[in-house]
């Protein structure tokens, strides 16, 4: 029962453009969202993260969007880097304030930056 | 300031072994979870420990899989009598508490091959 999706396997982006991640899920209990960046032969790094009670969360070039009337989140990459290239990984729990941190991930997006 | 460290990095075992990973969390933390990642798919939760308690094992196998966390000394992940199928990248994580916003850090994982 996959309840996080993230529907595009890749992306290919061009140095200096804009990367959009996408990540649908189907537990509307789920409250607190994280991107984490994964290089190969690396454990995940974390990246950014929005509870439910916002809709948008920025940090530096990294920008996390939640609709959740469509129950969708998007992390915006502005400029794309070439070291941004790596699998992202969109993740989500329930109980922000009150669960632990159960995170259910997503298949992951692995994303290309070319020069 | 050691991240989360894993050993080994590279397990090999043949079927009908048993596979034993470790995992030493950041200091200072003490919730430890374990993840699976599948080839071509995200990472599956497994197991929460905290020190010496099991708090949420939904996640893992109902049989030949178990895992533990002592007092001292690091968290172990226990395979008996493994299969092709457990052939994977086995992660842990750890954080300070076990509130849902707490940024889990990950080791870079240890990849098992079953032959």
């Known amino acids: 029962d996959q309840q996080v999706k993230q529907n595009s396997p890749s992306l290919s982006v061009q140095e200096g453009r804009i990367s959009i991640l996408n990540c649908d899920y189907t537990n509307s209990m789920f409250d607190y969202f994280l991107w984490y960046k994964k290089y190969p032969a690396e454990g995940p790094t974390f990246l950014i993260s929005i509870s439910s009670i916002k809709d948008k969360n920025e940090d530096g070039r990294f920008t996390v969007f939640l609709n959740k009337s469509a129950k969708h989140l998007s992390l915006h990459i502005v400029p794309s880097q070439p070291g941004d290239s790596a699998v992202y990984f969109c993740?989500?729990?329930?109980?922000?304030?009150?669960?632990?941190?159960?995170?259910?991930f997503g298949a992951g997006t692995q994303v290309v930056v070319t020069p | 300031n050691a991240g989360v460290m894993q050993n080994p990095r590279h397990l090999v075992r043949r079927r009908g072994q048993e596979a034993r990973l470790r995992c030493s969390p950041m200091?200072?933390?003490?919730?430890v979870y374990w993840y699976r990642q599948l080839p071509e798919e995200g990472l599956k939760f497994m197991v929460y420990l905290q020190k010496e308690n099991i708090i949420d094992e939904s996640g893992m196998p109902k049989e030949r899989f178990s895992a533990e966390f002592p007092k001292e000394g690091p968290s172990i992940l226990r395979i008996q009598q493994v299969v092709r199928g457990d052939s994977a990248a086995y992660f842990c994580?750890?954080?300070?508490?076990?509130?849902?916003?707490?940024?889990?850090?990950f080791g870079p994982g240890t990849r098992l091959t079953v032959l």
């Open positions: 993740a989500a729990s329930v109980g922000l304030l009150m669960g632990w941190g159960k995170f259910q």
């Open positions: 994580a750890s954080s300070q508490s076990g509130r849902s916003y707490n940024e889990q850090f």
């Open positions: 200091k200072g933390h003490s919730h």
